[in-house]
């Protein structure tokens, strides 16, 4: 059975500091892993990772995936109080795109 | 960005009646899914369908029935609705330039 496990399950941190989100997974067949961000509605995407070492960019925030060791971290620097959200990793196992989704990490940044 | 609505956005309804969740796109993706959000579970697929008439089930596809008669229309139906669905359902289509899944805005349903 495909396991995606997110840690921490919730961190509270001060404005400006950063903060390093990560993913692990047991998947049988991998095709990608994505990056969302929750707030208080739908998730948004942020990051898709198809290969190892490879770091995505955007802003504030990066993440990079590493298939050997299976995991995935996502950094937020400089973080602001808009950042404050719930942070999902999941995989595209390949088969229709399906995706598994952990638990995610809720994020709290505060004043 | 795709259209994609959901409705109702909120639904509370009692324990055994039948409930359905619409989910309309306006750009013709093929591939669409139902989603259920839970605390302590992440979000988990209940059933996918990848195109008119096409549908399979997902995860947790015990308790629900899908249906797609046109390509913008995927339906989410509780025959007889309990407790343990009390959720946030969400529907999402894949879209974008590396075809990354784009959620609906969610309908809660409280089963009471």
Redesign the interface.
Known sequence: EDKVVQSPLSLVVHEGDTVTLNCSYEVTNFRSLLWYKQEKKAPTFLFMLTSSGIEKKSGRLSSILDKKELFSILNITATQTGDSAVYLCAFDTGTASKLTFGTGTRLQVTL | DAGITQSPRHKVTETGTPVTLRCHQTENHR?M?W?RQDP??????IH?S?GVKDT?K??VSDGYSVSRSKTEDFLLTLESATSSQTSVY?CAI?Q?R?????????TRLTVV
């Open positions: 591939y899914y989603y302590g579970h992440g979000l988990r697929l996918y990848y399979d997902g995860e969400f894949n974008g590396n075809r990354e899944a784009f959620f609906g805005q969610g």
